[in-house]
Structures are given as C-alpha cells and as structure tokens.
C-alpha cells in the first residue's frame, strides 16, 4: 500500500516536474518572441541573447566559445583591421586569427582537385588539407576583416573560400542539389574600409553574405563600412572613429 502510495507519489512529482521543465520552456519562448518582436529586423539583438546563452551554457559545460578572425588585411596600419579591433575588444572569450597573407595556399590544380575529391569521398575530413574548413565550421562566430579591393575583397578571401568549401565539413549538398549550412556559427560579421566613396556590395560583402547564408548557414550576416578615406582632404580620423561610434551603437 505505502509502495502504491509512493509510487503515485513519484509519477506526481515526475509530471509536476515535467510540467514545470515545461512551462520554464514557454516563458523562454514567450520572451524570445517578445525581445524579436521588439527588435524587428535587428537581428543583432536577438544574437546578442542567443550568444550570452551560448556562452552560459558552454561556461557550465565547461566549453570553450570560439571567435574566427579572418584578418585579410595586409597594411601595418590598416584602417579595416582597425575597426575589427574595435569590434573584437567588445566580444568575450577566445579569439583564432587566421592570417590571410601568411598563409601559402595550394594551387588548385587538377591533381589537388583529385586528391581532395578522393578524400571527401572516403570521408577522411582528418587530413590537414580541411584544417581550415574544420576551424571554420567549429566557430561560434566569425568576424572577416578586408579593404575593399578592386570592387571586392584580396584575392587571399577567395583562395581561403575555396579551402573551406568542404562538402561533409562546412556544408552539403541536399538530394535536390541545394546547399545546406553545417556550420556552428550563427553571426558573421564582414568589416572592411574603402578609399572611395563608391562600395557597391555585389562583389565583396554581397559574395560573402550570399557565402554565408547559402552555404555555411550563418543566419545574422552584417557589415561595418568606411569609405571615402583616400579622397583628397578626407577626415580620416573622424570616419572611422563614425564608424566604430556606428558599432557600439548597434551592439548596444
Ligand atoms: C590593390 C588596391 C585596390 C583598391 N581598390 C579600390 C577600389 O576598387 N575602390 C575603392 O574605393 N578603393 C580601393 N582601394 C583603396 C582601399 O580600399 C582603401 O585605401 C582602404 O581603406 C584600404 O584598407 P586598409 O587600410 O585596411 O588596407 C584599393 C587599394 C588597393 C591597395
């Protein structure tokens, strides 16, 4: 009888606690539809929170949060990497900076392009040729620093796309043939500084949110800009102290 009874007891509390696992559930999902409610369109915000709790979870766990610098600056002084600085002082935790210009990337040949199919198909995504594509896929958040070059970005961007394009690794391809993300992070940010006053986005930050988005499935895509540095007379001092005022602005 006191068995039976304990027993009840038990199923009790066992739905009382899963009622109450429950029911913390919904607040968190109510407050989370109210914050994106309140926050339309600003995205930052809602990554901000999903970020904080990433970061709590992963404290408790023990984990360690990673940020992805992708420097592809090249000048000592480089204005662009400047701003990244200034974005990277506000982010907590770890930070991995790949250096673009010390890398000496592969020359996709045909016998690389073999050798890479051979190892995807055989699924040995172990091989330092997918260390890059590796760390890539890892991150919790990615930060890309470039100057505007040409209209676009160094060719030191392109040659690092190509090493992290990695079916299996950073993303694959879905029977239909469409790509799917298989990357942890959910925010990338593109920081990058202009001469001119002419940054059309097509083919430098347009390439990578369109990158970001379509293949690695990184949802919160956004850039930094400072253009007009190299014009005649420009205030260099006081557009990119604009732009950094712009960031903390935005991730308030
Ligand atoms: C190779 C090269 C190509 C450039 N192409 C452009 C361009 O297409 N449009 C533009 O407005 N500025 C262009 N610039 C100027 C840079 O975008 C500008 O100076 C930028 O602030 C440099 O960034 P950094 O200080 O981070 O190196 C170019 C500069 C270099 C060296």
Redesign the pocket.
Known sequence: MDKAAGETQGEGSARFGFISLSGAAIVVLISNIIYAIRYQGETNACTNRFMMFRRKRAQKRGERIMLLFINA???E?????RLADHLLARREGPIEEVRLHEIAFPVADESFLERRDRLIEEGRFDDPMFDLARQFAKADEVVI?A?????SFPASLKQYFEQINVTGVTFRYSPEGVPEGLCRAKRLTYVT???????PKEFGFGYVEAMARGFYGIGDVKMIS??G??IDGADVEAILKGAEDAMDQAER
Do not use: H, I, K, M
């Open positions: 600056c090249v000048r002084n480089s204005r662009s990497r620093a100057p505007l070059w040409d209209l500084t202009a001469g001119g006053n002419w940054l400072a253009a540095l190299d």
